[in-house]
């Protein structure tokens, strides 16, 4: 590993943030929250987005990948707790960095938690032609510990109204405009065209099989998601009615779809007293 790599800080869109440069990609991670804001492959545009309109913080970021942590939602929890856990509105520290001999960057990076808490966290990300993202959870504790997770990506695409997800056909769902009362199968790809609901979606896929292929016909290119660790998918947007309630979305729904690697809902992980837990996410973006 080389002891000099390109990374340096500054600010993104008003954000304290880390900026990374390889030879075949550049990424932004957000000091607050940890969270990854850009991440565009030499000659593509950038797979992520991030709402060009945001509340002060410490206000949640909408876009990018927020880290959702020790709980999805608020799942298992009292409603005076912030949504989507602890972690997506922390300073992370960047703990380390080193580089490849390929040019590759790797950073450690880390949220400061409750004492109390039991659980540590770490975040792992490679930045290439690929980004690999990691989120390794410990039980430091002296009882079992059950939680819930998510790399909630917000991915860039032209029309959300025309993308297609392949990878869910078949699989089991569970869905919020339904108070996750019933179990439904997927048929076929994924769209905001479903007859059942069409224009929004907010569901749960369980026992997710850990590859999805976003297929985006107006920037004319797939977005591979490949996860492990990873039990449940969620696909998320809330389309044109609720969005124009969202001051930081509004319009902006119609330029990402959130797919979301997981374990939420029924899939939930449970760690033994010294046990680790890995949570992995890999995004690749080819020509359609």
């Known amino acids: 590993m080389q002891s000099n790599p390109d990374i340096s800080s500054g600010l993104y869109h008003g954000l304290e943030a880390w900026h990374v440069r390889t030879p075949s990609a550049t990424a932004v991670i957000s000091v607050f929250g940890g969270q990854l804001l850009s991440f565009i492959p030499e000659g593509q545009p950038d797979l992520l987005w991030l709402s060009p309109t945001r509340a002060a913080l410490p206000?949640?970021?909408?876009?990018?990948?927020?880290?959702?942590?020790?709980?999805?939602?608020?799942?298992?929890?009292?409603n005076d707790v912030p949504a989507h856990g602890l972690v997506r509105t922390a300073r992370w520290e960047l703990q380390q960095v080193q580089q490849d001999d390929a040019g590759e960057l790797v950073l450690q990076l880390a949220p400061p938690l409750p004492a109390d808490l039991g659980l540590c966290l770490q975040m792992q990300l490679r930045?290439?032609?690929?980004?690999?993202?990691?989120?390794t959870t410990g039980n430091a504790g002296t009882s079992s510990v059950t939680f819930t997770q998510?790399?909630?990506?917000?991915?860039?695409?032209?029309?959300?109204?025309?993308?297609?997800?392949?990878?869910?056909?078949?699989?089991?769902?569970?869905?919020?405009?339904e108070d996750y009362a019933q179990s439904r199968q997927q048929q076929g790809p994924w769209s905001?065209?479903?007859?059942?609901?069409p224009g929004r979606s907010d569901r749960i896929y369980t026992g997710a099989k850990g590859h999805y292929v976003l297929r985006d016909p107006v920037l004319q290119r797939r977005i591979e998601v490949r996860s492990?660790?990873?039990?449940?998918?969620?696909?998320?947007?809330?389309?044109?009615?609720?969005?124009a309630k969202m001051a930081d979305?509004?319009?902006?729904?119609?330029?990402?779809?959130?797919?979301?690697?997981?374990?939420?809902?029924?899939?939930?992980?449970?760690?033994?007293?010294?046990?680790?837990?890995?949570?992995?996410?890999?995004?690749?973006?080819?020509?359609?």
């Not at 930045?127 to 989120?135: A, C, E, K, P, W």
């Not at 660790?229 to 389309?239: C, E, H, I, R």
């Open 59 to 78: 206000t949640p970021i909408r876009g990018g990948v927020p880290v959702c942590w020790p709980w999805f939602g608020r799942q298992g929890q009292n």
């Open 192 to 197: 905001l065209r479903d007859p059942r609901d």
């Open 127 to 135: 930045i290439g032609h690929q980004l690999h993202q990691q989120l």
């Open 150 to 177: 998510a790399l909630h990506s917000y991915f860039r695409v032209g029309d959300a109204e025309r993308v297609e997800v392949d990878g869910l056909d078949g699989l089991q769902y569970l869905d919020k405009y």
């Open 228 to 243: 492990e660790g990873s039990q449940t998918l969620v696909a998320w947007n809330p389309g044109a009615e609720a969005a």
């Open 249 to 288: 979305v509004g319009e902006g729904w119609r330029d990402y779809v959130c797919l979301e690697v997981a374990n939420a809902g029924p899939d939930q992980i449970t760690l033994a007293p010294g046990a680790r837990h890995q949570l992995i996410q890999t995004l690749a973006s080819t020509p359609l």
